[in-house]
């Protein structure tokens, strides 16, 4: 039943999310067809680095590291986007508890209609996410929305051919 609710409350979320501009490609990608690498690592409660620039259209591996000891998620979005994510995130939590790993909130398979491409981690996990730029430039947010993550600073830039 629970796993029902949340697919439900991402298909509503899907339309708002989709409205906001800065979103790219996002179904699953084989790493094969990546441009390149790039490792990020989640700690408590940080991303390392805190900003990144990829070039238009450019497909990009991401190689996400959990060192911390806490559950993280890596998402890129528009700010808007995120907003709306986080939002969803914090009503997951008040709700009885957030169980964002174990539960269904894989975000990798339920990203898709979203246009976020996301992650989540357990602590000491690492998970590669392939993720295709957006052909014009634009300014995204790759954040952890776990509540209170966002908020303490665990969220970076992400640039698009500036």
């Not at 039943?1 to 179904?27: D, I, K, N, W, Y």
């Not at 169980?99 to 979203?114: E, K, N």
């Not at 969220?155 to 500036?162: A, F, I, M, R």
């Amino acid at each position: 039943m629970r796993s029902t609710l949340m697919v439900v409350a991402l298909g509503l979320l899907s339309t708002q999310a989709l409205a906001g501009p800065g979103h790219a490609q996002s179904e699953a990608m084989d790493p094969d067809q990546a441009d390149r690498t790039i490792a990020v690592e989640a700690g408590d409660i940080w991303f390392d680095p805190e900003s990144l620039s990829v070039a238009p259209g450019e497909v990009v591996a991401f190689e996400v590291t959990n060192s911390g000891q806490l559950e993280h998620e890596f998402v890129i979005g528009s700010a808007e986007a995120q907003n709306e994510h986080r939002k969803m995130m914090r009503e997951m939590a008040s709700g009885g508890g957030h169980g964002m790993h174990g539960d269904g909130h894989d975000m990798s398979q339920m990203h898709g209609a979203m246009d976020m491409p996301a992650v989540t981690l357990a602590p000491g996990e690492t998970r590669t996410l392939v993720w295709q730029a957006p052909e014009q430039g634009a300014s995204l947010t790759f954040a952890c929305n776990v509540p209170g993550h966002f908020e303490a600073g665990m969220h970076g830039t992400l640039s698009v051919g500036e």
